[in-house]
């Protein structure tokens, strides 16, 4: 597609309930990327996909957290259980090639009640 | 913890005026960004400066890098109301392949 497409944009849920989280990145990009970013606060880095592997997923939070990739396209991010501290922006980027522009998605609001 | 430190992180100036942002950061880089967001939404990518360069230019947007120093600053010239939005430096490595980024600075241009 012309850019990084990501769904739900904004997803209400109950404490507890699961929650899935859509990216489609920009046509034959290998790198996806997750970022969380709480209100008024930089980007926190949760993982990083190279094709369909994840070579760092050092950021992920905790076990509640995962996130897949498929097709070295569509990268899923689950958060089961959630809490009322996981509400946050969840923020997809895509990226080319080594060192190029990492471009980013609107992002999926999250709100935990 | 994040790589880029950015200061100030809030900035409050007059239309026309300039204003400046830093970035420090603390290992080795194999380039570093510059990103805009507006009201807490997607970030929009302003500038790449490479390691070996010291000064880029992007219309009213100017970039130097200090590898010696392990910073940056980000310059807007004759700043427009419109600038105002949340700027971060993000700093890139091959080894792993992210990007880190800085916690912000936040612009507020007054008309």
């Known amino acids: 597609g012309a850019g990084v497409s990501q769904s739900p944009s904004n997803k209400v849920t109950e404490k507890g309930k699961d929650v899935e989280l859509r990216c489609d990145p920009i046509?034959?990009?290998?790198?996806l990327y997750w970022y969380r970013q709480s209100l008024g606060q930089g980007l926190e880095f949760l993982i990083y996909f190279q094709g369909n592997s994840a070579p760092d997923k050092s950021g992920l939070p905790s076990d509640r957290f995962s996130a897949e990739r498929t097709g070295g396209s569509v990268s899923t991010l689950t958060i089961q259980r959630t809490q009322q501290e996981d509400s946050a922006v969840y923020l997809c980027a895509s990226r080319g090639g080594a060192g190029n522009t990492i471009y980013f998605g609107e992002g999926s609001w999250l709100t935990v009640v | 913890s994040q790589q880029g430190e950015e200061d100030p992180q809030a900035l409050s100036i007059q239309e026309g005026e300039n204003a400046t942002m830093n970035c420090s950061y603390k290992?080795?880089?194999?380039?570093l960004q510059w990103y805009r967001q507006n009201s807490g939404r997607g970030l929009v990518h302003l500038i790449l400066?490479?390691?070996?360069?010291r000064e880029k230019h992007s219309g009213r947007l100017r970039v130097t890098l200090d590898t010696s120093k392990k910073s940056s600053s980000l310059l807007i010239t004759a700043s427009r109301a419109a600038d105002t939005a949340s700027y971060f430096c993000?700093?890139?490595?091959?080894?792993?392949?992210?990007?880190?980024f800085g916690q912000g600075t936040e612009l507020s241009v007054k008309p």
């Open positions: 400066i490479r390691s070996n360069e």
């Open positions: 993000a700093t890139y490595r091959n080894q792993g392949g992210k990007l880190i």
């Open positions: 046509s034959g990009h290998t790198a």
């Open positions: 290992t080795s880089i194999n380039n």
